[in-house]
């Protein structure tokens, strides 16, 4: 359980997240949406210790992430964020293992070399997994930093913006994964995301935002509401019930 | 050919060059000539060692191929410590006497400063790496400037006193701090022994690293002061080089087609020593003395960095 309380930040004196609290379910898929700059991504990077929050108590489990040992934390909470550009010559494979570090510290045993196998196959990355990442598409790229985050082997997983670059093939794939990871390893993974629909399909719950503020928050069906969307987006966004799912015209 | 062929092939290259150094036209007074040749052979190893390290290190924690201590004006700061404890305490003061206590009080300020630059690097969320370079840029400019406003200040005789233990370049070693720098060299890698696991998992970027349980400010504070004090070494025994770590560190990468700290360190020390063992035997030998390698250096090293910010620019 990942519990937010009464957090704050801002940047040079523009607030971008005021007043924050959550708690997020262990064992489901949380998504986050919102229109740009709500502050989706500066939430979730303070929940992953990469930015430092203002103001406020976060705690995973029950232990505050500034008193736990950053690579205690590693074994627990991985992320990956939207904009990865690394200029390094590594394979995908290299990449890959890097997720084994918080375990191996740079020395990969026998163990570690299953997950980064385990890891590759899961992504379907076997074929390109000597490939050098400035080689591969965008979509191959991000579906390698994910792999590298299913090696770090973590109960709680937080992707910014995974879908990023990614066709619709390649789309379904990363979020039936997820489902699959919460579903068979009883992970718990928190998304930014923009596409409502992915969320109302994919996502056990959501967390709504608009400008640093939480709006709405519970179950994927009752967020996924004409009123609730119309208060986030500004926007008139019509829903159809097909086969179950809730799917939203806002074209 | 692998990069630990490739790093084999650079040993054998760096050690033939120092033997050919050391013993090319040894005639006359070998007791005399062999030991003050084998010092000079010392001096340049451990410099080109300590800038080869020091620049791959700061390219690592800045993650970029561009910006270097020397492009940052670190060295430029080196010599403006010791002009500015020579303004102040003058040239005959036990500080400026004895080199050892003097090299001992430079690079604690230098460890100072680098803990100002982990301030101003490292403090804000985001960094930018042409700020970075024009920040650098204007600093060097600034610690020469104010460096050379000083000793025109200074007395010129205690001037002229001091500038001959101070301004070291290859051709004028100096020699009364080789020792001390070899065991603060090996210190210095004994100490970075826990933070070199750390180096691979840095260049993948801070979000990376810290999600893989970096402790990262403190692991950056720290390599930034080894930084500090490698370069202060290079600068104190054969004077500033600003292209050589960029050019060293680069052909490192290129050549042994790597990202593993542990070549690419080994690497850029090699290279490093050959091309300045190579370069200092082409300038006594074949210049004789016409030039120096300082010269030589900083116009490839130039020209490559040149090339370099346009490749950067062209892939941005």
Known sequence: ???????????????????????????????????????KSTLISMVSRLIAKDNGDISIDGKDIMQTKSNELAKKISILKQSNSINLKLTVR??????????????????????????????????????????????????????????QDTEYILLDEPLNNLDMRHSVQIMKTLRNLVDELGKTVLIVIHDINFASCYSDNIVALKDGKVVKQGRACDVIDKCVLKDIYDMDIDIKDIDNKRICVYF | MGYKQKTIILTLIAILLTLLYIFYDLTGNIGYIL????????????????????????????????????????????LLIQT?????????????????????????????????????????????????????????????????????????NEFMVAQDRMFASVNNVNTDLVYISVVLFVLLLVYMM????????????????????????????????????????????????????????????????????????????????????????????????KTTISVIINFIGGIYFIYLLLKENKSW
């Open chain 2, 35 to 78: 030991p003050r040749r084998i010092i000079k052979v010392v001096a340049i190893l451990l410099t080109g060692a300590a800038i080869g390290f020091a620049t791959t290190i700061f390219m690592t924690i800045t993650n970029n191929r561009i910006l270097t201590p020397s492009v940052l004006g670190l060295d430029s700061l080196y």
């Open chain 1, 1 to 39: 359980m990942v519990d937010i309380k009464n957090v704050f930040k801002s940047f040079n004196q523009k607030k971008v997240i005021e007043d924050v609290s959550l708690t997020i379910e262990k064992g489901k898929i949380t998504s986050f949406i919102g229109p740009n700059g709500a502050g």
């Open chain 1, 94 to 151: 290299e990449l890959v293992s890097f997720g084994r570090f918080p375990y191996s510290q740079g020395k990969l045993n026998d163990y570690d070399w299953e997950k980064v196998d385990e890891a590759i196959d899961y992504m379907e990355l076997r074929d390109m997994q000597d490939k050098f990442l400035d080689q591969l598409s965008g979509g191959q790229r991000q579906r390698a930093h994910i792999a590298m985050v299913i090696a």
């Open chain 2, 84 to 156: 500015a404890i020579i303004f102040v305490v003058g040239a005959n003061s036990l500080v400026m006497m004895n080199s050892h206590v003097n090299y001992l009080v430079s690079i604690g300020g230098m460890v100072v400063f680098s803990l100002l630059l982990y301030r101003l690097l490292f403090s804000s969320e985001q960094n930018n790496i042409y700020f970075l370079l024009l920040v650098g840029m204007i600093l060097g400019t600034f610690f020469s400037s104010i460096t050379s406003f000083m000793q025109v200040l200074i007395d010129p």
């Open chain 2, 194 to 289: 826990r933070y070199y696991k750390y180096l691979d998992v840095l260049a993948l970027g801070k979000d990376n690293a810290v999600n893989l349980g970096v402790p990262y400010g403190r692991v950056v504070k720290h390599l930034l002061v080894i930084v500090a004090v490698f370069i202060s070494m290079a600068t104190a025994l054969v004077g500033p080089m600003t292209f050589l770590g960029l050019l060293v560190v680069n052909l490192a990468y290129e050549f042994l087609k790597t990202f593993r700290h542990f070549y690419i360190l080994i690497g850029s020390m090699l290279i490093s020593i050959i091309a300045l063992i190579g370069g200092q035997f082409i300038v006594e030998e074949v210049f004789t003395f």
